[in-house]
RNA sequence: GGCCCGAUGGCGGAGUGGUGACGUAACGGACUGCAAAUCCGUGCACCCGGGUUCGAUUCCCGGUCGGGCCUCCA
């Protein structure tokens, strides 16, 4: 199966030809750990975690490593370090963890690396070196820039114009720099910050550069995808291209580009941090929608379009969600099918997640019209769809609690007594209580309520 | 100002040069003591104006509206 993705870099679906189809490399940029996560930051954790999965169903789970950065250096965290009085690292150990446990709880399966940009500095400054060798990058004033004029094709992601970006640059430049648009690679710590010692002089690396160097140091100079959202196409990920190009004589840093769109909240504003607006990924867990819910949520819109994000959307997906654990039922049994057809075909097509969800909907109907055997290889098959898209175990099933013996014997009491009144009021009580009293023709079941 | 993207039914949201997904909500019905679940049915959706075409929601041009990036940002 021949997966296509949409590359930002031309703009167009184009077939996934790995460097080695043995190790299919992909890289996301990953958070700065100052602040809990938010919905609109689980977009592109998700959306890249389906693509993983895909990525190992069809090449093999041994064939592809997916790294995900911690940014753990950056000035907004030794701010938050100074204002509570702690070192960065306790700010940045509290937030990573607040972030994977997160991100957990939507389905999303740590990456097989994660570099921290502290660990990292070597590979950094070293690969900083090479750019100052080789003519791309100047130090001043305990700075060291990228010399964007060196870049020829500097722009070709995010297709802005060079002389443009010269001419429009609308902070005062900086004294150290030759032009406006050259970036930090290296710049100074005062004694209070954290630093690291380099040929500059005692320091801190510049944002660009971890990813392009944490990319050369653990998958390699040319990596097939490279994803993030799309606020980052430009500057951030222009420069990554740029300054690796730059740094290996050419080589592309990634095959296929891939950017994510935003979520949107009232208004159509996109949710962000500098807007105050934000929803975070643990809020909406507090407030009782489950980790699946969001994840459906977040998948019922394809990738790069902007998704309204809305509490009826949070609805709709559960509605949905139940569904599915109604039809799949899975006990944990069904395992061993090969995803649909139709799911798999929709993700290999740039990651069609809402034709896939269509297919798992249909999926989902042609369980309930089908019986014994037939029924059975319809909910493994949706079962392995499900996983695929990084759901569980799709189940309505909860453990029986310490009251539910006693109160199912009362309403089977109740109903053959003809005692409806009573009937429901155990009902309700349960219900409330979270679990569903249900009739079936085999007599009185239960599930979630 | 420059660059980029979008506009589909009550809502969310795919897709397609011709028979108009899917979900969810609503309503009617079957089933049910009543529910839930399930099933059946109902509702004249493709921003506006040109163009191309036998035919456009789908392609092209223009417009309007909305959003994003250009500064930290998924």
Redesign the pocket.
Known sequence: MTIRLHNTLS?AKEPLVPGDPRRVTMYV????VYDRA?I??A??AVVFDVLRRLLGHVYGEGHVVYARNI?DI?D?IITRAIAEGVPIETITQRFESFYLADMGALGVRPPDLAPHATTSIPAMVGMIEGLVAKGHAYAAQGHVLFEVATAPDYGQL????MD??VA????EMAPYKRA??D?VLWKPSTDDQPGWDSPWGRGRPG?HIECSAMIAEALGETIDIHG?????????HENELAQSACAHGGAALARIWM??????IA?????????GN?VTVGALLEAGWSGEVLRLALL???Y?????W?E??L???R??L??WC??ADDDGSLDGADPDARVRA?LA??L?T??A??A???L??AI??AEGTERLALRRQFAASGRLLGFGRLSLQVPAPAWLEKALADYAAA?SA?D??R??AI?AEAEANGI?????KDGTSWRRA
């Open positions: 703009r940029c990953g958070p700065t938010h609109g930051n977009r592109p940014t950056d907004k995010s297709r802005r114009p443009e970006m429009v640059a609308r902070v406006p648009a970036f944002w993030g959202g799309l606020d980052l196409q430009f500057p951030h950017h994510n769109g935003f979520l949107n208004g159509d504003t996109k949710m962000s941090k500098s807007l934000v019922s819109a394809h790069r379009q902007p998704l309204e809305t009826r959307l609805g709709e997906a509605a949905r139940d569904r109604e039809a929709a097509d740039d069609n809402p034709a969800l269509e798992m909907s249909a989902a109907s309930f019209a109903r003809r409806f009144a009937a429901d009902r569903k009293l249900v009739v079936t």
